[in-house]
């Protein structure tokens, strides 16, 4: 399984970006899918996730109503998008998989800059 993330850059504050990830295998419909992040000098923390056939979706408080995931089986894509951004949101952002259902992410991406402008 590879994933794939892109859709990082640069933006000021109160602005919006869309975060992709592609994922590979037969069996994405099958995995929860999660997003999380890591500022410079923090720990990567949770942002994200939405299971599978549900679609049911979880976010981490500083996120909630300006962030938005979701995802396209059909396509193998999860995306997360991303409104009224500020400068903490700024960070690496990583897509992961979990296909045992188990929360424990087995697969990762590489990750995507996402720097917010003051």
């Known amino acids: 399984v590879q994933l794939q993330a892109s859709g990082g850059g640069l933006v000021q504050a109160g602005g919006s970006l869309r975060l992709s990830c592609a994922v590979s295998?037969?069996?994405?419909?099958?995995?929860?899918m999660a997003w999380f992040r890591q500022a410079p000098g923090k720990e990567r923390e949770f942002v994200s996730a939405i299971t599978w056939i549900s679609g049911r979706t979880y976010y981490t408080d500083s996120v909630k109503g300006r962030f938005t995931i979701s995802r396209d089986d059909a396509k193998n894509m999860v995306y997360l998008q991303m409104n009224s951004l500020q400068p903490e949101d700024t960070a690496v952002y990583y897509c992961?998989?979990?296909?045992?259902?188990?929360?424990?992410?087995?697969?990762w991406g590489q990750g995507t800059q996402v720097t917010v402008s003051s």
């Open positions: 295998g037969r069996t994405f419909r099958t995995y929860n």
């Open positions: 992961a998989a979990d296909p045992n259902h188990d929360k424990e992410y087995d697969y």
